[in-house]
């Protein structure tokens, strides 16, 4: 007979036996020791617990409780922070460094960092590996005014594509593997690059 508790993990509600909890207490505890002194850890370690939580959902589907094996199958996927330093970025390649970088294993997400409605061709660039989302947007013109096609199939994708909303959907929409080394730079470079943003309004404005 074993204890279980409930727990809620990224906005997830879980039961999962004892011996499975205290591993992943402490998995989580060693994330947070090892991103102690970085930029943006509270948001890293928020996105990793929202990535383990879907994780999670994947793995129990109709199973009530969250097992040991199941808490060990999900931390060889995210890595152990001893393992950070030889994975970022290497388990599915880098960004794109072209105009075009077509990848196995993409997921389809409306992109909200660089739309102009509901980031529809934007995640829809991504997605099929075209760097500049301005040719998606002219593909959906000339629909509209060319052939009066466009706006509806818009719409519908609106609707039905899901917004990126974590840092592992967005890795996902990228074709990156969505663990814990790689969700932690995804951070960490939005962070500098949105400091690199705010330093050049500030010499703009003065």
């Known amino acids: 007979m074993n204890k279980v508790f409930n727990i809620n993990l990224g906005g997830y509600p879980f039961v999962i036996d004892h011996e ?3 591993e992943l207490e402490q998995y989580l505890s060693s994330l947070n020791r090892y991103f102690k002194a970085s930029e943006g850890r509270d948001e890293i370690v928020s996105d990793i617990e929202v990535r383990i939580g879907e994780l ?15 808490v060990n199958d999900v931390i060889d996927t995210m890595g152990r922070p001893e393992q950070f330093e030889e994975d970022i970025y290497t388990e599915s390649g880098t960004y794109a460094g072209g105009q075009f970088d077509i990848r196995t294993g993409k997921r389809l997400y409306r992109d909200p960092e660089s739309k102009i409605l509901a980031g529809v061709c934007s995640g829809l660039s991504a997605y099929l590996g075209i760097e500049d989302p301005i040719w998606m947007r002219l ?17 519908i994708l609106w609707m039905v594509v899901p917004e990126a909303k974590t840092s592992g959907d ?37």
């Open 139 to 155: 593909a959906f013109a000339i629909g509209f005014f060319g052939f009066g096609i466009g706006v509806l199939p818009y719409i």
């Open 56 to 70: 999670f959902k994947e793995k129990l589907k109709r199973r009530k409780i969250v097992s040991l094996n199941d």
């Open 20 to 22: 499975a909890f205290d």
């Open 170 to 206: 967005k890795l996902a929409m990228r074709g990156e593997a969505a663990n814990a080394s790689n969700i932690a730079n995804f951070v960490q470079d939005n962070m500098q690059h949105l400091g690199k943003k705010i330093t050049e309004l500030g010499k703009e404005f003065k």
